[in-house]
C-alpha cells in the first residue's frame, strides 16, 4: 500500500509565503515524476509545476517566479513553495506522484488527499 500525505497549507495574506510538503510511504520500490495541481470549485484539476526524479521541473505560466518545486529523494518527499501568494492562489493543492511498487513491474498515479490554501486578508 502507498499513500502520499500533504501538509502545510492553510490561511496567508497576500503577498505572504507558504510551503507545501507531500510524503510518500508504503511498499515503494522507485518515484518517477512528482507534481502538484490544484483545483477550484467547479473546474478541472489543473498542474502547478512537475519535477522529474533527476530534477528537471516544469512550472505552470501562471506560478512561474512565485511559485517553485523541490525533492528530497532520500525522504520520497515533494515540496511547493508558493511566494507572493494571490487570492485567485486560493484552491485545494493535490501532490501527485508517479510511484512503483515492490509488486509492480510499472508506477502508477498517486494522490494526496489535497490540503486548503487561502490566500486573504
Known amino acids: 500500500q502507498v499513500q502520499l500525505v500533504e501538509s502545510g497549507g492553510g490561511l496567508v495574506q497576500p503577498g505572504g509565503s507558504l510551503r507545501l510538503s507531500c510524503a510518500a510511504s508504503?511498499?515503494?520500490?522507485?518515484?518517477?515524476?512528482m507534481g502538484w495541481y490544484r483545483q477550484a470549485p467547479g473546474k478541472e484539476r489543473e498542474l502547478v509545476a512537475f519535477?522529474?526524479?533527476?530534477?528537471?521541473?516544469n512550472h505552470a505560466d501562471s506560478v512561474k517566479d512565485r511559485f517553485t518545486i523541490s525533492r528530497d529523494n532520500t525522504k520520497n518527499t515533494v515540496y511547493l513553495q508558493m511566494n507572493s501568494l494571490k487570492p485567485e492562489d486560493t484552491v485545494v493543492y493535490y501532490c501527485?506522484?508517479?510511484?512503483?511498487?515492490?509488486?509492480?513491474?510499472?508506477?502508477?498515479?498517486?494522490w494526496g488527499q489535497g490540503t486548503q490554501v487561502t490566500v486573504s486578508s
Open positions: 519535477i522529474t526524479l533527476g530534477g528537471s521541473t
Open positions: 501527485n506522484a508517479v510511484i512503483r511498487r515492490w509488486s509492480q513491474s510499472t508506477g502508477s498515479d498517486y
Open positions: 508504503g511498499s515503494i520500490f522507485s518515484i518517477g515524476n
